[in-house]
């Protein structure tokens, strides 16, 4: 018999203390998944995100790049666009409060009732933020990156580099959901990357994905990390099928596959040969994370009249919501003064993984 592999204790699911070091050694230094590039296309669009209670602000400049700041004017400190939003700063982006400008590369260039002389605008520019794109995935970081994004996916366990056959820089969001569930951002996690709960908690799921059935997150025989859709389907949808064309340049394996990555700390892929879901997790404090999803299409066939997403969100948000009530449940248990921590199973080898990635984060020197 091995040795006993432990999970966390309840504190770091709980501990306002241990979210603090989590937003300073993991959030601030990490890159983040924050939106998609198409939400901001032309000069002077623009996207806002929530970093674990910071509000950054990406802005498209005129010569096309993607620039990152701070939400925060360099006046008396003013939120300059509303949080968690997107929209357009027609010729400048204005502070709501005192009408400080800045130019879409982060200038300040406008100071109303304020003489020339009295400050120097060259360095009142807002403060950055880096900005990277990997296949139309905007990312943030707030600390200094070691390496551009592509990188450091390349260090990730789930291997998402594998799925730029899907070409998901050209897809685009016909449909977004946004959901409050009262549970640890790491609970998400731990629970995405296991299937023994899929039989009790996912009967819709395991009818279509045989493989889950068996609390197995892999099916035996492959080295694509892929299973296998049941009949040889290729819709994620509660029979497997669906009248959305397989998108070009996969094989009919892929097409008749569900394929997922958790990408640390705050993203989840899910993709078949029809449409990719990408999954955003923001932490509002130990026991709240809000999880954005994204469905996307090619835009082709979004641009279809016949195009329905409507069975795909479906099921998809049914299978979710399904976890947020188990990982609600298991908040609630670990609340427990009985919880100092608990074992995992063989098959939990993912969840285990995953918290050894997130302590050697979280304790690593400053």
């Keep these: 018999m091995s040795a006993a592999r432990h999970t966390l204790p309840g504190a770091d699911y709980t501990s306002p203390d241990v979210f603090e070091l989590e937003r300073d050694r993991i959030f601030f230094r990490e890159w983040l998944y924050a939106g998609r590039a198409d939400e901001a296309s032309e000069p002077g669009d623009f996207l806002t995100v929530d970093v674990?209670?910071?509000?950054?602000?990406?802005?498209?400049?005129?010569?096309?790049?993607?620039?990152?700041?701070?939400?925060?004017?360099?006046?008396?400190?003013?939120?300059?666009?509303?949080?968690?939003?997107?929209?357009?700063?027609?010729?400048?982006?204005?502070?709501?409060?005192?009408?400080?400008?800045?130019?879409?590369?982060?200038?300040?260039?406008?100071?109303?009732?304020?003489?020339?002389?009295?400050?120097?605008?060259?360095?009142?520019?807002?403060?950055?933020?880096?900005?990277?794109?990997?296949?139309?995935?905007?990312?943030?970081?707030?600390?200094?990156?070691?390496?551009?994004?592509?990188?450091?996916?390349?260090?990730?366990?789930?291997?998402?580099?594998?799925?730029?056959?899907?070409?998901?820089?050209?897809?685009?969001?016909?449909?977004?959901?946004?959901?409050?569930?009262?549970?640890?951002?790491?609970?998400?996690i731990e629970n995405y990357n296991e299937c023994l709960h899929c039989p009790t908690v996912h009967p819709e799921l395991v009818a279509v994905a045989p493989t889950f059935r068996r609390g197995e997150v892999f099916e035996e025989g492959r080295d694509d990390l892929g299973v296998s859709i049941a009949g040889g389907g290729v819709g994620y949808t509660a029979s497997g099928t669906t009248t959305l064309p397989v998108m070009p340049g996969l094989g009919e394996r892929e097409a008749s596959s569900m394929y997922g990555a958790s990408i640390f700390p705050n993203m989840f892929l899910d993709l078949t040969g029809t449409v990719v879901i990408a999954t955003r997790m923001l932490p509002r404090s130990p026991e709240h994370t809000t999880v954005v999803m994204d469905y996307l299409f090619r835009p082709e066939v979004i641009a279809d009249p016949e195009f329905d997403p409507g069975e795909v969100v479906e099921f998809s948000e049914l299978v979710a919501h399904q976890d947020y009530v188990v990982c609600e449940r298991v908040q609630a248990g670990v609340r427990s003064r009985a919880f100092d921590h608990v074992v995992y199973a063989e098959k939990d080898a993912l969840p285990y993984a995953f918290n050894q990635t997130y302590l050697a984060a979280r304790d690593r020197p400053d």
């Design 52 to 188: 674990v209670g910071e509000s950054v602000l990406v802005v498209r400049g005129k010569d096309g790049r993607l620039r990152g700041f701070y939400n925060v004017c360099r006046h008396r400190g003013s939120r300059l666009c509303d949080p968690e939003t997107h929209g357009h700063a027609k010729g400048a982006i204005k502070c709501p409060y005192h009408a400080w400008s800045y130019a879409y590369d982060g200038r300040l260039i406008g100071t109303p009732l304020v003489g020339r002389d009295e400050l120097d605008r060259s360095s009142l520019g807002l403060w950055p933020v880096a900005v990277d794109v990997w296949q139309g995935f905007v990312f943030v970081h707030l600390g200094e990156p070691r390496e551009p994004v592509r990188e450091s996916l390349e260090h990730q366990t789930d291997k998402p580099l594998f799925y730029e056959r899907w070409r998901m820089d050209e897809l685009r969001t016909a449909e977004r959901t946004v959901s409050e569930v009262q549970a640890n951002w790491k609970i998400l």
